[in-house]
């Protein structure tokens, strides 16, 4: 009976997500965007160059951004392209890739990757930065804060938030700016902090991956079983709030259409195997905001400490 409920839970949902989409107009057209610029791996001496070859792509992008007269996204890149920012990538193109730092990277002796879920873009992207910029502040100094919108991230209501394709599309290019931070930083302590759908992207880049914590947090599932699936010797967390919705998410997989809808076993929950820390009451949204038990725990994780 409790199955044909999570399934029956997990069909209307999957309905709502197709059906929602299709109902509405087409959405806004892209936003044109000049091709990234071209740079080599990250490196400490090239940090300021690679900072500021970024600003000027930047700029470039809201000037298309102007002429195109989309206002909103030549706002946001604005912001974006303030001296005092710190950006290790970018791409305006298709929704708009960003990887910023918050911090010194060159001097940190730690580094906290944090890895978004859903309706992650350029234009909700001060979202995403209160978040980092919080999460900078409580560790200080010694601690490097990345905030890696490195892939498409999808929308909440729509189909793509119920299976793993973005994911499987993302996990490489996140692996690949791990090591480049492995070689970069050999000796600092790096830490992958995802968040919802962000969770399934860090599952599937996790095997083999030189990190000293995965923390799941607001997550749907990942995708896997249980945690030793992932191949990692990294320490895997997970935390919930109290308040988080996606815990009445059924944890379940189908298959359906063709693909495979749905992420299983819930992290949290002892049969996965994670590690779990205390997130308070937040909702889905806070688990980052200051003076929030999920920050405070998180950060102990960054500096190596039990959270």
């Not at 906290?112 to 919080?134: C, I, K, Q």
């Not at 909702?283 to 102990?300: E, F, I, Q, T, V």
Request: proline share 6%; with cysteine; charged share 20%.
């Amino acid at each position: 009976m409790a199955s044909r409920l999570r399934r029956a839970l997990l069909g209307a949902l999957v309905t709502t997500s197709v059906v929602v989409p299709l109902m509405g107009a087409a959405g806004p057209s892209e936003v044109p965007a000049p091709a990234p610029v071209a740079l080599g791996p990250v490196s400490v001496p090239g940090l300021d160059h690679r900072y500021e070859a970024n600003r000027e792509g930047i700029a470039a992008a809201e000037a298309m951004a102007a002429r195109h007269g989309d206002r909103a996204r030549e706002r946001a890149l604005r912001k974006m392209r303030k001296p005092s920012r710190h950006f290790l990538s970018f791409d305006g193109r298709d929704g708009g890739r960003a990887v910023e730092v918050y911090g010194d990277l060159g001097r940190a002796t730690r580094v906290a990757v944090l890895v978004p879920g859903s309706d992650t873009n350029l234009e909700t992207y001060d979202r995403f930065r209160a978040g980092a910029l919080a999460l900078s502040h409580r560790l200080g100094s010694r601690t490097a804060v990345v905030g890696w919108l490195g892939y498409k991230t999808p929308g909440t209501v729509g189909p793509e938030v119920l299976t793993t394709g973005r994911a499987a599309g993302a996990a490489p290019r996140l692996a690949a700016f791990v090591r480049e931070l492995n070689a970069a930083k050999p000796r600092a302590r790096i830490s992958l902090l995802c968040h919802s759908y962000g969770s399934v992207v860090c599952a599937r880049a996790a095997r083999g991956l030189n990190a000293a914590d995965i923390v799941l947090y607001g997550s749907p599932g990942t995708g896997f079983d249980d945690a030793r699936q992932l191949h990692t010797r990294a320490t895997v967390w997970a935390g919930r709030g109290g308040n988080d919705w996606i815990g009445g998410v059924p944890h379940v997989r189908i298959r359906l259409l063709g693909t495979t809808v749905g992420f299983g076993t819930d992290p949290v929950s002892g049969r996965f195997g994670a590690r779990k820390f205390d997130a308070g009451d937040v909702g889905h949204s806070d688990y980052l905001k200051p003076g929030s038990a999920a920050l405070a725990s998180m950060g102990r994780i960054v500096e190596g400490r039990d959270a």
